[in-house]
């Protein structure tokens, strides 16, 4: 195993950081759609993919927002939530409390990770209570400085969302969270868009995030592709996370930016493929490569040249396969004699040549 470079964020039993195996996050979110069973059911579909951890929510509607008509409070233009009040749909899109320890039950028996994005001090003290192994911090409250002290405090570690955050934000809230002795934090490359197009993910921020902030980076996807994850993996990261739906037909409030199960598992698949062909750095053949080294150039004789014949561009090439003499060796054979008859196709060695 390498040892990595930016440290390690370990959750339970996993080492989460450069050169470990990608930690992979199905986002539960709203695509429960008020529906326990629903939410069970993706559980084990996550499971069935190829995740290594479900991630939950924890809020209400009022620990988001206030009910107010005001225009503040209603989405505007370009999110498919266009015209909707915030109250309205926090209240349709939050899971119930009562649900989440039996989740993290359900995803423990199948040897998941549990954990939840909480909202305020209140999700933060109830998760406690249900003893979460880390916390994540959604981008949009990695400007809630007060939130992010609170839950440094827990002495957990931290996945932290940096989408719309400009490189002084993400320096406060991580300054933050290490203030308060929290060092096991994990920075995530986000795009806060729903779903987040692939010309504005600018994936070459994250060496440079993992460098800048001396901690590992991963990437929280709303793209509709699979390939912008492999990209990353290919990049850097060492956390994916995207959403997870049964179908996106069952509308709901994230469905239109989740992967249905299939689309999940074939992007682990090629997270998992990824992984292991960046490898080590190293000039070395390996097993497969090594048997087609005989393959490659030598010389060869390419005439039948008889006993004191000179060697010539016309009777000595350098050709496939790789038995003979190697190839930076015809300048120094052209124009010696042959020390005995050679049969064509007799690959070229220095016992060949007549010494003076």
């Not at 592709?225 to 996370?241: D, M, P, R, Y």
Request: one cysteine or more.
């Amino acid at each position: 195993m390498i040892m990595p470079e930016h440290g390690c964020v370990r959750i339970n039993d996993r080492c989460i950081g450069a050169g470990c195996p990608v930690y992979i996050i199905a986002e539960l979110s709203a695509n429960h759609n008020n529906d326990f069973d629903r939410a069970v059911r993706i559980i084990h579909a996550a499971k069935t993919a190829g995740a290594d951890a479900v991630k939950l929510q924890t809020y209400t509607a009022d620990t988001m927002t206030i009910d107010c008509d005001k225009e503040y409070f209603r989405i505007g233009k370009g999110t498919v939530w266009e015209g909707r009040d915030l109250y309205e749909l926090y209240a349709e899109a939050c899971m119930p409390w009562e649900w989440q320890p039996k989740l993290k039950a359900v995803a423990n028996a199948l040897g998941m990770d549990c954990f939840s994005t909480p909202f305020d001090e209140s999700s933060v003290d109830y998760l406690e209570s249900m003893d979460v192994p880390a916390y994540k911090i959604a981008s949009f409250e990695l400007v809630d400085i007060p939130l992010i002290r609170r839950v440094a405090e827990t002495g957990r570690p931290m996945i932290m969302s940096t989408g719309m955050a400009s490189r002084q934000e993400i320096e406060e809230a991580v300054s933050t969270a290490r203030m308060c002795s929290c060092n096991q934090i994990a920075l995530l490359k986000c795009t806060s868009g729903y779903p987040a197009l692939p010309e504005e993910m600018n994936l070459r921020t994250i060496q440079y995030m993992a460098e800048t902030y001396c901690a590992p980076v991963g990437l929280s996807d709303h793209s509709m592709t699979t390939a912008i994850s492999v990209a990353a993996v290919a990049l850097g990261a060492c956390i994916i996370e995207k959403h997870l739906t049964l179908s996106r037909s069952d509308k709901g409030p994230d469905s239109h930016f989740s992967l249905e199960p299939d689309e999940f598992k074939a992007m682990v698949d090629a997270v998992r493929t990824a992984e292991k062909a960046l490898g080590i750095i190293s000039y070395a053949a390996g097993e497969k490569e090594s048997e087609s080294r005989v393959f490659r150039r030598s010389l060869f004789v390419v005439k039948d040249i008889k006993a004191g014949e000179v060697f010539t561009r016309d009777n000595i090439r350098a050709i496939r396969p790789g038995y003979g003499l190697h190839t930076r060796h015809l300048g120094a054979v052209l124009g010696q004699k042959a020390s005995r008859d050679i049969e064509r196709g007799t690959p070229f060695s220095l016992d060949l040549v007549r010494m003076p």
